[in-house]
C-alpha cells in the first residue's frame, strides 16, 4: 500500500511512513493503484484544454467553409441572374427594333433611311443606340397611331389627291415648262383643311428633268384655283412643314407614290 500523504510506499505492518513520518492508520488502503498526483491533475487539465481547443477550431473551420460554400453559390447565382438579365434585355431589344421596323410600314420611309443616325438626328431626335427601351416604346405606339390615322386620312383624301395633282402637273406644265413634253415631280404636300374634309393647298416641287436644277416649287389655292410660283425652296419647305394646316406630304420612291400624313398632336 501507500502514503496517502507522500505517495511512498509502506507495508502493511508499519504504522508510519517511513518518508514523511505520517500515520499509516490514517492513510486509505489501496493495494495495486497508483495515487493521482499534481502532475497527473496537470496533464488532465492540459489535454482537456488542448482537446476543447482542437473542438473549437474544427467547429470554426466547419463554419468558416460552409460560409464559403454559401458565398461561392450565391455569387454563382448573382452571376447567373446578371446573365439571364443581360440575356432577357438583348432579346427584348431585338424584339422592340422588329417592333418599330414593322410600325412604319406604309409609311413612305424605308427603315434603313429611318434607322440611320444622320436621319433621326437631322429630325431632332435621338439615334436608336441612344435611346431606351421605353423610349422605343413610345415612339412605337406614335408610329402606331399615326398609321391608324394614315388609314383614316387616306379613306378621305386619297382619291382627291390623286386626281388634284394630276390636274396641277399639267398646268404646271403648262404655265411653267411649255417647251417640255414632261417634268420630273420631285415631291409633293398637301396641306388639308381638317374641319371641311377638303384640301386647302397643293404644294409641288418641280423640275424639267430628273437631274435638272432648274426645279421651282408652286402652290395652288383652292379658294381662287390658281398656281403661285414660289421662291425659295428651302424657306418655303419650312414654312409648309411648320404650317399647322400641312398634313400630309407624297415620297416618290422609284416611281412609286407613297402617301405620308403628318399627325398633329
Known amino acids: 500500500m501507500f502514503c496517502s500523504k507522500c505517495g511512498n510506499e509502506v507495508k502493511d505492518t508499519e504504522k508510519f511512513c517511513g518518508k514523511c513520518g505520517n500515520k499509516i492508520s490514517e492513510n486509505i488502503k489501496q493495494k495495486g493503484k497508483i495515487p493521482i498526483t499534481k502532475s497527473i491533475i496537470l496533464g488532465l487539465i492540459i489535454f482537456i484544454v488542448v482537446l476543447l481547443i482542437v473542438t473549437i477550431c474544427f467547429y470554426i473551420s466547419d463554419i468558416s467553409n460552409d460560409d464559403v460554400e454559401t458565398s461561392v453559390q450565391a455569387e454563382s447565382r448573382n452571376e447567373s441572374t446578371t446573365q439571364n438579365n443581360t440575356a432577357s434585355k438583348s432579346n427584348r431589344r431585338e424584339e422592340l427594333m422588329k417592333e418599330l421596323e414593322k410600325s412604319i410600314e406604309g409609311q413612305g420611309i424605308t427603315w434603313e433611311k429611318y434607322s440611320s443616325d444622320s436621319y433621326r438626328k437631322a429630325a431632332g431626335g435621338k439615334s436608336l443606340s441612344e435611346m431606351t427601351n ?67 393647298y ?64
Do not use: C, H, P
Open 134 to 200: 421605353e423610349e422605343i416604346e413610345k415612339e412605337i405606339e406614335s408610329n402606331e397611331k399615326r398609321a391608324t390615322q394614315q388609314k383614316e386620312y387616306d379613306n378621305i383624301f386619297g382619291e382627291k389627291i390623286k386626281e388634284l395633282e394630276k390636274d396641277v402637273k399639267a398646268k404646271i406644265l403648262s404655265n411653267y415648262f411649255n417647251s417640255y413634253n414632261e417634268i420630273y415631280v420631285q415631291k409633293v404636300w398637301i396641306a388639308l383643311d381638317k374641319s371641311k374634309e377638303s384640301i386647302k
Open 202 to 265: 397643293l404644294y409641288m416641287y418641280v423640275s424639267s428633268s430628273q437631274n435638272s436644277n432648274s426645279s421651282i416649287i408652286v402652290r395652288w389655292d383652292s379658294e381662287s384655283n390658281e398656281l403661285y410660283k414660289l421662291n425659295d425652296y428651302g424657306t418655303e419647305a419650312m414654312k409648309i412643314w411648320n404650317s399647322e394646316d400641312y398634313i400630309a406630304s407624297i415620297n416618290y420612291e422609284n416611281n412609286d407614290k407613297k402617301y405620308t400624313y403628318m399627325i398633329r398632336e
